[in-house]
């Protein structure tokens, strides 16, 4: 595993100690998360590298010098990935904000504050009211619970 750039990126096989143990090696698989992805929940990309392709040599320097020009060659890919990962999480939060506030203020109040505070349009509420009624469902379906 190395970091680099705000990546972090876990290599199978682990390189550093093939090479201490005296293996070489010849192809390596790698898989690119957020620095900040400490669980690896969101894989962004992933590539492999090959001896005489990628690196030259079978050296943690040469290795890993092929994995930063591999990183920096997708560098816009893996932006791209990280903000997609954020949007979502984003678009999670907001439904389920949505949710509490039906259920805790109930649909009027929601469309009232939603449309005045927040300067929502009619078919955003709707948009966001239909949609929260999905993510609701497939929480409770998640959940175990029978909606019917």
Request: proline share 1%.
């Given at each position: 595993?190395?970091?680099?750039?705000?990546?972090?990126?876990?290599?199978?096989?682990?390189?550093k100690s093939a090479i201490r143990c005296g293996k070489a090696?010849?192809?390596?698989?790698?898989?690119?998360?957020?620095?900040?992805?400490?669980?690896?929940?969101?894989?962004?990309?992933?590539?492999?590298?090959?001896?005489?392709?990628?690196?030259?040599?079978?050296?943690?320097?040469?290795?890993?010098?092929?994995?930063?020009?591999?990183?920096?060659?997708?560098?816009?890919?893996?932006?791209?990935?990280?903000?997609?990962?954020?949007?979502?999480?984003?678009?999670?939060?907001?439904y389920r904000l949505i949710n509490h506030m039906r259920v805790?203020?109930g649909d009027d109040e929601t469309k009232s504050i939603l449309?005045?505070?927040?300067?929502?349009?009619?078919?955003?509420?709707?948009?966001?009211?239909?949609?929260?009624?999905?993510?609701?469902?497939?929480?409770?379906?998640?959940?175990?619970?029978?909606?019917?």
């Open positions: 595993m190395m970091k680099y750039d705000g990546y972090i990126i876990k290599t199978k096989p682990d390189y090696v010849d192809e390596i698989s790698c898989e690119v998360y957020d620095e900040n992805d400490k669980e690896f929940e969101h894989c962004l990309g992933d590539f492999n590298m090959m001896i005489g392709f990628e690196f030259q040599d079978s050296t943690v320097k040469d290795i890993e010098s092929g994995i930063k020009k591999m990183i920096d060659a997708d560098w816009a890919y893996y932006q791209l990935e990280k903000k997609e990962a954020g949007f979502k999480r984003t678009e999670g939060l907001f805790t203020l449309q005045k505070e927040i300067d929502m349009t009619e078919a955003e509420i709707q948009d966001a009211l239909s949609d929260s009624d999905m993510e609701h469902e497939e929480t409770n379906v998640s959940q175990g619970m029978d909606l019917t």
